[in-house]
């Protein structure tokens, strides 16, 4: 639904914005430099705690840090506000392509990121629990909410965002870091009364039956694709914030819903690549007759088939998996790597590049499975009929395309 949602009035929107917090997480380096770059200048930067910090910084620190910042920002008039609106957004990354999406709000009663869910706004991926609490530390005091979040919708006919309009330019710059170039519009009125209508249409029990053959399952509407944990974090704060407020304070008190980004997985911007897995220090001699047998025994009833390729030395084998879902497919790989390291020794970690995966594998000692690229038409169905995607399951382009902080809205 559309939202008032907050832009920098005269700040330099190079230095107000930066990249979500989750990334870099293992360069520290990267968040001084963009902090020397920043100095006195309002920015997001000022708003959030980098993951890279969170093993050398004093988090309830950093919290109140952060919520004075958020204080003295509204108070000193850094923001203006855009009314009752969706925000256009259109994004030109770093791969040559142009990511479109529409920036409004998400309905935390209608999601749950916990296993088992049957949400219409459904987790793609398992949430870490333990990377929620210092950043439930710190938006349950925050007076601002600055979102990262990207979710998906399932509209091959492009009927939502195919149907906005031309509206009030309201940010067109270059992100920092080579991020590439972002331009938001307006989108209000009856132009917003359009989208939203487009997007009830995709809610159409018959739609979504014939689509997914539900079976009696729920199904998902919109997706996650990327901040989940951001979005795990609003809604565990709203389940303790709901609990104190009346059934009318319930239905319109800010927390309760969250910023998000809105992006059609078809749009042309969006490839999922695979997260391989790669064994290290472990015993190799079984580990091709091992693979097989594992997959050959771990097929189920879907329509579908997947191939693996296996690596280990100088030899690689290919073999077919029938009737799972690709996140079916995906967690019988991870299951297979965690017995295979209890069994065999040695440890497992998650590699992007295919080239790499098959350079690690041929050191003694080691072996990879690769797992297949997946067309993203089958996201939606297999959170349908199998669950969430184990952790590190697909990666959604480089870092530097991820989403950077930009907008924000008021949560108290």
Same mark, same amino acid.
């Given at each position: 639904?559309?939202?008032? +949602?907050?832009?920098?009035?005269?700040?330099? *929107?190079?230095?107000?914005?930066?990249?979500?917090? =989750?990334? /870099?997480?293992?360069?520290?380096?990267?968040?001084?430099?963009?902090?020397?770059?920043?100095?006195?200048?309002?920015?997001?930067?000022?708003?959030?705690?980098?993951?890279? /910090?969170?093993?050398?910084?004093?988090?309830?620190?950093?919290?109140?840090?952060?919520?004075?910042?958020?204080?003295?920002?509204?108070?000193?008039?850094?923001?203006?506000?855009?009314?009752?609106?969706?925000?256009?957004?259109? #994004?030109?990354?770093?791969?040559?392509?142009?990511?479109?999406?529409?920036?409004?709000?998400? =309905?935390?009663?209608?999601?749950? @990121?916990?296993?088992?869910?049957?949400?219409?706004?459904?987790?793609?991926? #398992?949430?870490?629990?333990?990377?929620?609490?210092?950043?439930?530390? +710190?938006?349950?005091?925050?007076?601002?909410?600055?979102?990262? +979040?990207?979710?998906? %919708?399932?509209?091959? &006919?492009?009927?939502?965002?195919?149907?906005?309009?031309?509206?009030?330019?309201?940010? =067109?710059?270059?992100? !920092?870091?080579?991020?590439?170039?972002?331009?938001?519009?307006?989108?209000?009125?009856?132009?917003?009364?359009?989208?939203?209508?487009?997007?009830?249409?995709?809610?159409?029990?018959?739609?979504?039956?014939? #689509? /997914? $053959?539900? =079976?009696?399952?729920?199904?998902?509407?919109?997706?996650?694709?990327?901040?989940?944990?951001?979005?795990?974090?609003?809604?565990?704060?709203?389940?303790?914030?709901?609990?104190?407020?009346?059934?009318?304070?319930?239905?319109?008190?800010?927390?309760?819903?969250?910023?998000?980004?809105?992006?059609?997985?078809?749009?042309?911007?969006?490839?999922?690549?695979?997260?391989? $897995?790669?064994?290290?220090?472990?015993?190799?001699?079984?580990?091709?007759?091992?693979?097989?047998?594992?997959?050959?025994?771990?097929?189920?009833?879907?329509?579908?088939?997947? &191939?693996?390729?296996?690596?280990?030395?100088?030899?690689?084998?290919?073999?077919?998996?029938?009737?799972?879902?690709?996140?079916?497919? %995906?967690?019988?790989?991870?299951?297979?790597? &965690?017995?295979?390291?209890?069994? #065999?020794?040695?440890?497992?970690?998650?590699?992007?590049?295919?080239?790499?995966?098959?350079? !690690?594998?041929?050191?003694?000692?080691?072996?990879?499975?690769?797992?297949?690229?997946?067309?993203?038409?089958?996201?939606?169905?297999?959170? %349908?009929?199998?669950?969430?995607?184990?952790?590190?399951?697909?990666?959604?382009? *480089?870092?530097?395309?991820?989403? /950077? @902080?930009?907008?924000?809205?008021?949560?108290?």
């Amino acid at each position: 639904i559309p939202g008032d +949602i907050l832009l920098p009035k005269d700040a330099d *929107p190079a230095l107000w914005s930066v990249i979500a917090c =989750d990334q /870099y997480t293992s360069e520290p380096e990267y968040w001084d430099g963009v902090d020397r770059r920043v100095g006195d200048a309002p920015s997001t930067l000022r708003m959030i705690l980098p993951e890279a /910090y969170l093993s050398t910084h004093d988090a309830d620190t950093e919290r109140d840090k952060i919520n004075a910042t958020m204080r003295r920002y509204l108070a000193d008039g850094v923001f203006r506000t855009v009314e009752n609106s969706f925000i256009y957004c259109e #994004r030109e990354l770093t791969v040559g392509k142009t990511r479109r999406g529409l920036l409004g709000l998400i =309905d935390l009663e209608a999601y749950d @990121y916990r296993a088992g869910s049957v949400s219409p706004v459904r987790a793609t991926e #398992r949430t870490v629990e333990s990377r929620l609490p210092p950043r439930v530390q +710190i938006r349950l005091q925050a007076e601002l909410e600055l979102p990262h +979040i990207v979710v998906f %919708i399932d509209d091959p &006919e492009n009927t939502v965002l195919g149907s906005v309009g031309q509206g009030e330019t309201l940010y =067109d710059f270059d992100l !920092m870091d080579g991020g590439g170039h972002i331009r938001g519009t307006r989108v209000a009125g009856a132009d917003a009364e359009r989208i939203e209508a487009a997007l009830t249409a995709l809610t159409d029990p018959a739609l979504l039956d014939k #689509r /997914y $053959r539900l =079976d009696g399952r729920p199904p998902v509407v919109i997706a996650m694709g990327d901040g989940n944990h951001s979005l795990a974090t609003a809604r565990l704060c709203w389940e303790r914030i709901r609990e104190k407020l009346s059934p009318a304070e319930r239905e319109r008190h800010p927390a309760r819903f969250a910023l998000a980004e809105l992006v059609n997985i078809h749009d042309e911007s969006v490839a999922f690549e695979p997260i391989h $897995r790669v064994l290290f220090d472990t015993q190799t001699d079984t580990f091709f007759a091992d693979a097989r047998d594992y997959f050959a025994r771990s097929t189920g009833e879907e329509e579908t088939s997947h &191939e693996l390729r296996l690596t280990c030395g100088s030899r690689t084998e290919t073999i077919t998996v029938k009737g799972l879902t690709i996140g079916k497919l %995906i967690e019988t790989a991870q299951q297979f790597c &965690e017995r295979y390291v209890v069994i #065999r020794g040695g440890h497992l970690d998650y590699i992007h590049d295919d080239e790499t995966v098959f350079s !690690m594998a041929a050191r003694p000692g080691c072996a990879g499975v690769l797992l297949p690229v997946f067309d993203k038409s089958e996201l939606f169905p297999s959170v %349908i009929r199998s669950g969430t995607f184990p952790a590190k399951s697909f990666s959604i382009g *480089p870092a530097r395309d991820k989403r /950077y @902080y930009l907008e924000c809205r008021k949560i108290k």
